[in-house]
Every structure is written in structure tokens, then in C-alpha cells.
């Protein structure tokens, strides 16, 4: 990998998602927490769009916009968790997805002619993330929805695991 391929304008928009969720754990008033989810949010659309618009998509952008999304969630939803503003059991339903995926990749490298890096994000897996992000901001503004909120993360997680388990059975059924 050439260095030039990891140092590209949509790549460096996407990791600042990173020190934006570190925001969260000092992010103390609804209006800053807002602002970081909104940039945050503005990152994830700007990175894609520059990416598709200048010809720069490359596999290291396919896997650091991602990243950077699960990293993203992982650390906000945790200010919140260390602030006692949301349960344990919720926190491990909003990020179950991403503990099973991860875990999947992993499988998929010891898989001899399967290399995780070829499967695209999902719908699924996009759904989810949508949802995860719907959940900080009921986690800023919108206390009463919460509940709901992670039930149907929830089922959409367990509806994305199915899906990116299928894939990977039928991408090594084509292997083979």
C-alpha cells in the first residue's frame, strides 16, 4: 500500500470522525453534543462524496470510512455509558452488529481464498448504522424514544448479522 493511497482527502475526512466522538466525552451541554453528532455526520457525506467526485475511491478509504463510523459510534455511545446516561445492556445491543461483523472479518481471514476487504458495506449494515446514530441523538434530545430506539437497532442487527453471514457463506461456497 502506498502511503499516498492512505493520505487522500476523503481518508483524512473520515478520520476526523474520530477525535469528533472523543468530543462526547467532554461534551457536557445538548447543543455541543449536537454539533459534534452534525459534523460528524456532515464527515460521513462529505468524505463519499469527495471520494466518488475527484476519482479517489480507494480499498483504504473502503475500509477507513467504516472504521471510522464504528469508532464513531463505539466511543460516543461510551460518553454516554460512563455518564451513566445509558445502560450497559443498551450500549452492548447498539453495538452488537459491529462485535458479531468484526468477529465475522475475522473468520473470513482464516478462510483461505476469502479476504474480508472484497465484501462492500451492506444495506443492512448501513440500516444499522443509520439507526445507531438515530439512537445518539435521542441520546441528546430525545430521552423518550430510547427504548424503542434500541429494540429496533435491536432486530435490524440481528436482520444485518443473518444477512453478512449469508454472504459469507455464499462467497465461500464460490470459492470453493
Same mark, same amino acid.
Given at each position: ?13 473520515? &478520520? ?42 480507494t480499498r483504504m ?8 463510523d464504528k469508532l464513531?459510534? %463505539?466511543?460516543? %455511545? ?7 446516561? %445509558? ?47 438515530? &439512537? ?41
Amino acid at each position: 500500500m502506498a502511503f499516498r493511497e492512505l493520505l487522500t482527502a476523503p481518508n483524512i475526512v473520515s &478520520a476526523l470522525r474520530v477525535p469528533l466522538a472523543a468530543g462526547f466525552l467532554i461534551a457536557d451541554t445538548t447543543p455541543l453534543r449536537l454539533a459534534l453528532l452534525g459534523m460528524a455526520s456532515a464527515t460521513d457525506l462529505l468524505d463519499g462524496w469527495i471520494a466518488r467526485r475527484t476519482g479517489s475511491t480507494t480499498r483504504m478509504g473502503a475500509l477507513i470510512d467504516p472504521l471510522a463510523d464504528k469508532l464513531f459510534v %463505539l466511543m460516543a %455511545l461510551a460518553a454516554f455509558l460512563v455518564r451513566g446516561d %445509558l445502560s450497559s445492556r443498551d450500549y452492548a445491543v447498539l453495538l452488537a452488529r459491529d462485535i458479531a461483523v468484526g468477529i465475522g472479518a475475522l473468520v473470513a481471514l482464516a478462510i483461505p481464498g476469502l479476504d474480508p476487504r472484497d465484501f462492500k458495506a451492506r444495506t443492512s449494515g448501513k440500516v444499522v448504522t443509520g439507526l445507531q446514530l438515530l &439512537a445518539l441523538l435521542a441520546l441528546c434530545v430525545a430521552w423518550r424514544w430510547m427504548s424503542a430506539i434500541v429494540v429496533v437497532v435491536g432486530v435490524a442487527s440481528v436482520v444485518s448479522i443473518a444477512d453478512y453471514t449469508l454472504a459469507l457463506a455464499v462467497a465461500q461456497k464460490r470459492r470453493r
